[in-house]
């Protein structure tokens, strides 16, 4: 995966990840996993160009394996927090979720 967001760029990756609707999990196609016309894609209100330009310089620097490996390791982390299945927050939190978020978007 590191090899294929290498070869788009994180400009074009990262545009990706914040911009793609596409309900369900997120899917990269094989032949085009980041889309082929990234330039037409508008980003969202609360990005910016220069916020784009930004972490995509941070992750040119440094890469997207420290993400991909939280994904990988997602079997494991449930292994190793299994005692803890049930357990209630009990400090205050929030969780703030949007309509389009991909963790929300269930079909029946």
């Known amino acids: 995966m590191e090899l294929e967001m290498a070869r788009y760029g994180a ?9 793609d609707r596409t309900p369900g999990p997120p899917c990269l196609p094989k032949e085009t996993p980041f889309g082929s016309n990234i ?7 609360w ?7 930004y972490y995509a310089q941070k992750y040119e620097k440094r890469g997207f394996t420290g993400g991909l490996n939280y ?5 494991l982390n449930w292994e ?3 005692a803890w299945t049930g357990s209630k927050v009990k400090v205050p939190v929030k969780f703030v ?3 389009l978020t991909w963790c929300t978007l269930r079909q029946e």
């Open 11 to 19: 400009e074009a990756v990262i545009k990706k990840i914040l911009t």
């Open 39 to 45: 330039a037409d894609i508008k980003l969202p209100t």
């Open 47 to 53: 990005f910016t160009e220069d916020d784009l330009k």
């Open 71 to 75: 994904y990988r390791a997602l079997d």
């Open 80 to 82: 190793l927090t299994a």
């Open 97 to 99: 979720v949007g309509m």
